[in-house]
């Protein structure tokens, strides 16, 4: 039987404005894509590339996905996940990252029945958990630290924050305050600094950020400035972490020549960006030899991608915090078995209400 594909533009309203590095956010595009076998059992997946970030960004991403949906329906399901991987691939291409990440997970989704269980597990099957870290949105100081106090008392034991875009002595004034009222032991602190520091002035800040006893410092320079960012892995008093550094490496040699220039002691993986399931994978056997260490993170997208990334994490079976905190943010998200409690998305077995779709 011929496959088809149906998408709809959808667009989440955030319950918040969400302060970000690159702004203010109230409201996210997605694209919800429904491939089904003939009959009325289907598969679902989500391309939502990050506006001024994703590779796959573009005007024209509805038009690649009707060229997408003709060229799908020469195919029948793939048998095996290696399968889909490899038509995913070819369909999508190495320009569409998020919509090959949506094939991906679409076409798992069908080959298991259509239940949204991706990866057959125990978390897809409501029995595990995996932790998170709780993310603190910028805003004011004040605003920043009741939203930590928050966290802490929800249970998270990790939580991350932005530095590097508002004034740098006013978030080493929360720093301060969070590491007099929760220790080291108690509470793990990262920091994403999306590229804010100048190689220049790098160190010095790094420096200071490191008398807060912080556990990572996510891309504290910008992209493509392999030498300064070599030097900082191996120098910084804190650990450095690529993200925004991976983005549009498709090539399993370039991605191994990468690591191997910065040797960073992290990498974050986000599957919406960095192409799927496939791609990640690629990256985490590198950084495994490697012994740089990763997690997964969440874009933003709806629960349809939160459950397939939550359920491909935990087949991966990781002890450390994942950034997955992003299910709660929308007015009208998919309703989805999802829950975060204590510090730990779960899933609870409910079901999934679609009637929002309209596929
Ligand atoms: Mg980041």
Redo the contacts with the bound molecule.
């Keep these: 039987m011929a496959l088809a594909l149906t998408f709809q533009k959808y667009v989440l309203d955030f319950k918040f404005s969400a302060g970000t590095s690159r702004g203010v956010l109230k409201q996210k595009d997605t694209y919800i894509i429904k491939v089904s076998n003939g009959d009325h059992v289907f598969g679902l997946g989500e391309a939502g590339p990050l506006k001024g970030l994703s590779i796959d960004d573009r005007d024209d991403i509805s038009e690649k996905l009707e060229a997408v949906a003709i060229e799908i329906s020469k195919h029948s399901l793939p048998a095996s996940v290696e399968e889909v991987y490899t038509m995913s691939d070819q369909l999508a291409g190495r320009e569409f990252p998020s919509i090959r990440f949506a094939l991906e997970t679409a076409l798992l989704d069908l080959l298991n029945g259509g239940s949204r269980t991706i990866f057959d597990n125990d978390f897809s099957k409501g029995k595990g958990k995996i932790p998170i870290n709780g993310l603190v949105w910028m805003g004011h100081m004040e605003d920043m630290l009741s939203q930590i106090t928050q966290k802490v008392e929800q249970g998270f034991t990790c939580i991350k924050m932005k530095v590097g875009s508002l004034d740098f002595d006013k978030e080493c004034d929360i720093l301060e305050y969070v590491r007099k009222k929760y220790y080291k032991s108690e509470l793990i602190l990262r920091v994403?600094a999306?590229g804010a520091f100048s190689p220049e002035e790098a160190m010095e800040k790094l420096e200071r950020l490191s008398t807060y006893n912080l556990h990572s410092i996510?891309?504290p320079i910008k992209t493509k400035q392999y030498d300064s960012m070599a030097q900082l892995s191996k120098t910084s008093p804190v650990s450095i972490a690529l993200?925004?550094e991976l983005i549009g490496i498709y090539e399993l040699e370039e991605k191994r020549r990468l690591l191997e220039r910065i040797k960073p002691p992290y990498i974050?993986l986000k599957p919406t960006l960095l192409g799927g399931f496939k791609s990640t994978l690629e990256w985490i056997r590198l950084a495994n030899d490697m012994h740089i260490g990763w997690w997964l993170t969440s874009a933003l997208e709806s629960n349809i991608m939160l459950n397939a990334i939550s359920q491909f994490t935990a087949d991966l079976e990781v002890v450390n915090h994942q950034g997955l905190g992003t299910g709660q943010l929308y007015h009208n998200n998919i309703t989805s078995p999802l829950e975060i409690k204590n510090g730990y998305i779960t899933s609870t077995g409910q079901n999934w209400d679609l009637s929002m779709l309209d596929l």
């Design positions: 994403d999306n996510e891309q993200d925004e974050i």
